[in-house]
């Protein structure tokens, strides 16, 4: 399991339910929906286009990033020279298959994960970790915001879960703030991280608030260390 999946699971335990659907009809809504899906599936395979590396808008994810992704679409959109195929961390010291967009520039750096790496196909989601990345999520997250300058931009606290261990630090709860998503996918994952030398924050298992009274000094010490989407529907 990847940091990325363990922190999605997380945050989707804490999301609202899913209302059941009413049984009249709904096998032909079924029916309506994947055939709408599959030609919405065709025409984002056919817009693969030169990308224009200049724009900001281009680092807006998930933007041109989606699950249907090829490896071509990616050459394509990026520029061949910046879409390489390459082993990238894991969890727990493992690595995968993946692949990664310029590599050579810590600005730009993107890793993604194939959705079946033997048969190198379908984008099953994506991260970003350098400090000072142009890349950034459409709704206004930028690694290194602090967690008060999240919190204040969500206009809710947040709950996380402690840091300093392999799965720790992902938000798992915008409490009904600006950032919180109502649809599953594609789901956006924001993981917190700190400095070395970093004091007063919460570590370990477990959930914690922005608005705990026993950390004061987190929302200062604490920032956005890495940003991700997972287009992973279940």
Not at 41 to 57: I, K, N, T
Not at 69 to 87: P, Q, W, Y
Not at 137 to 157: H, Q
Not at 198 to 214: H, V
């Amino acid at each position: 399991m990847t940091r990325l999946v363990a922190v999605v699971l997380a945050a989707s335990l804490a999301a609202l339910a899913v209302p059941a659907s009413a049984s009249s009809g709904t096998a032909v809504a079924e029916a309506d929906a994947t055939r709408s899906a599959s030609l919405a599936g065709v025409a984002r395979r056919a817009d693969a286009e030169p990308a224009d590396l200049a724009a900001d808008a281009t680092y807006a994810l998930p933007g041109l990033i989606h699950a249907d992704r090829s490896l071509d679409d990616l050459r394509t959109l990026f520029g061949a020279k910046h879409v390489k195929l390459a082993e990238i961390d894991a969890a727990e010291g493992e690595t995968a298959l993946g692949i990664v967009l310029f590599a050579d520039d810590p600005t730009r750096r993107a890793e993604l994960f194939f959705r079946d790496p033997e048969r190198r196909s379908g984008i099953d989601g994506l991260r970003v970790r350098a400090s000072g990345s142009r890349w950034h999520l459409d709704n206004g997250i930028r690694i290194g915001m602090t967690l008060a300058e999240l919190v204040r931009a969500n206009g809710m606290p947040v709950s996380f879960g402690g840091l300093d261990w392999d799965y720790g630090g992902g938000i798992t709860d915008w409490h009904g703030g600006k950032f919180t998503q109502k649809e599953q996918a594609p789901f956006r994952t924001v993981l917190l991280d700190h400095a070395e030398d970093a004091k007063g924050y919460p570590m370990g298992e477990g959930a914690f608030r922005s608005d705990d009274p026993r950390y004061p000094q987190q929302g200062k010490v604490l920032r956005v260390g890495e940003i991700g989407v997972s287009f992973a529907s279940d």
